[in-house]
């Protein structure tokens, strides 16, 4: 891997160095020349006004015989001399350097016609106009040479550019399709391993630990073989937790059924009579051997189930037909509340279940509904089709669930903040039990609810196959 994240580093330094040195090759000498022969055009243009001060001084001068416009006119010229001098450091061809010195000789006249103390002013004034006129248009001539220089090398760079950029797109395109498999061997070799490891982390989240293939010694593979090791680790804890949990829940059973006959004989005053406080006392001591038993029972199901050791005897059922004693039973135990249970169903895909167990998650969901549902509220039970099989759902007109805490209600241990509005405490294990044993048939199990209004706990199994079985509306 590190390998390969090399050579797509050195590759695109390459090709950078190439894209950022190619095209500049000949920029530095065109960029120099161009800038030398721009100077060069605006100090000959500059000549021209110059050579119109120098002719119009040397008419006045020849007109009216005053020095001070023959040294103004010198001043001029010494000027037009000193632009002269400099254009001459300039000029990038031979041919232009050619015509300057022409254009030194002519001005050189100028001065000349004057210091010669000319006897036909009119004649020598015609001549200097002529002299002018000849400097301008070699002058022109130099502009224009020294245009058709700069048009020539700017044409030359474009064309440099041009092919240098067509040189750097092909490196580029090279560069770029040797990255992207080198990227692409890179990501293969990241990515197989890691689908491993999520698929082994979904198995030990099923309770399933297969080991993971390790490929090579890199950071994949020793991170494959920590996987391994863990999941090696986790397989004996979950063993080790099961069979503690069973002996446990066999040492508890012994006292439990112990409890169970002291009570029978209790309450059935064999062993002397009881008063009616003394029959309440054994009452209490039941209904809490029954919720230790039921706790004990449950926590060792949650456990067989997290350690991938519970079995599930899956049987094509009538839903109607399994749930019903489960709802006539929950209604027994909701009379004392004056709480309604009801039960809709329609016809559903057929579905395999463990009806014992499935019998466990309805019944757990019933009974947490007639717990935290008021006197004199309502249960609904409705059987249905969905999107991915059939639906069972409870719906109850209890205190609700705080919206904060329904992420958590299929956790562990977990009490939401509506157990202390009714004053009441559960286990904790319910409702973990119910989607352990929902996801161990393939399905899902959600909740939703609004507090003050009620919940609605729904359970999707899988179909089988597309046959239904009908069942007859029931309004109650």
Same mark, same amino acid.
């Given at each position: 891997?590190?390998?390969?994240? @090399?050579?797509?580093?050195? $590759?695109?330094?390459?090709?950078? %160095? ?8 000949? %920029? ?41 416009? $023959? ?42 016609? #004057?210091? @010669? ?27 224009? !040479? +020294? ?9 030359? +760079? ?12 092909? *490196?580029? #395109? ?69 069979? !503690? ?13 112990? !409890? ?27 209904? +809490?051997?029954? *919720?230790?038993?039921?706790? %004990? ?25 399994? #749930? ?67 639906? *069972?759902? *409870? ?30 405490? @559960? ?37 089988? +196959? ?11």
């Amino acid at each position: 891997m590190v390998l390969g994240f @090399g050579v797509i580093v050195v $590759a695109m330094v390459i090709v950078h %160095s190439y894209v950022l040195r190619n095209p500049d090759e000949a %920029s530095p000498a065109a960029t120099t020349r161009v800038a030398t022969d721009v100077r060069a055009l605006r100090e000959a243009q500059k000549l021209h006004p110059l050579l119109d001060d120098e002719e119009r001084f040397a008419r006045k001068y020849l007109a009216v015989g005053d020095a001070m416009y $023959a040294r103004l006119g010198r001043e001029t010229h010494q000027l037009s001399r000193t632009y002269l001098d400099s254009l001459e450091h300039r000029l990038t061809t031979q041919n232009q350097r050619a015509l300057l010195s022409s254009v030194r000789r002519t001005h050189e006249s100028l001065a000349e016609e #004057l210091d @010669g103390h000319p006897r036909d002013p009119a004649a020598t004034a015609a001549r200097i106009a002529d002299t002018v006129d000849v400097l301008h248009a070699r002058i022109d001539h130099i502009v224009q !040479m +020294n245009r058709e220089v700069i048009a020539t090398v700017t044409e030359n +760079n474009d064309v440099h550019s041009s092919n240098a950029f067509g040189s750097a797109l092909v *490196v580029i #395109l090279v560069a770029l399709a040797a990255v992207i498999a080198v990227a692409f061997w890179i990501t293969r070799g990241i990515t197989v391993p890691l689908s491993h490891l999520r698929n082994g982390t979904e198995r030990i989240a099923r309770g399933e630990y297969r080991p993971v293939p390790v490929h090579g010694n890199d950071e994949i593979g020793k991170l494959a073989g920590a996987f391994n090791t863990m999941s090696e680790r986790l397989k004996h804890v979950d063993a080790y937790k099961a069979d !503690m949990m069973q002996q446990i829940s066999h040492e508890l059973r012994t006292p439990l059924q112990a !409890m169970h006959a002291a009570y029978y004989m209790l309450a059935e005053q064999i062993a002397g009579p009881l008063n009616e406080r003394q029959l309440h006392l054994v009452t209490t001591i039941r209904d +809490n051997i029954d *919720v230790l038993s039921t706790f %004990s029972n449950q926590f060792l199901d949650l456990a067989k189930i997290e350690a991938g050791m519970m079995e599930y005897n899956k049987q094509q059922v009538d839903l109607l037909s399994l #749930l019903t004693p489960v709802i006539n039973t929950a209604r027994v135990t909701a009379a004392p509340k004056e709480i309604t249970i009801g039960l809709a169903a329609q016809s559903v895909p057929a579905v395999n279940v463990d009806a014992a167990k499935f019998t466990t998650v309805v019944s757990n969901l019933l009974n947490n509904a007639v717990k935290f549902t008021p006197k004199g509220g309502n249960i609904t039970v409705s059987v249905g089709p969905c999107g991915t099989g059939a639906r *069972v759902s *409870v719906k109850d007109s209890g205190v609700g669930i705080d919206a904060d805490d329904l992420p958590k209600l299929f956790t562990k241990f977990f009490q939401g903040k509506s157990a202390s509005a009714i004053d009441t405490k @559960g286990t904790g294990v319910g409702l973990a039990l119910v989607k352990a044993i929902v996801d161990g048939h393939g399905g899902k199990v959600y909740a939703t609810s609004k507090v003050g209004v009620g919940s609605t706990f729904t359970v999707e199994l899988p179909a089988q +196959n597309a046959r239904s079985i009908p069942h007859a509306p029931h309004p109650n």
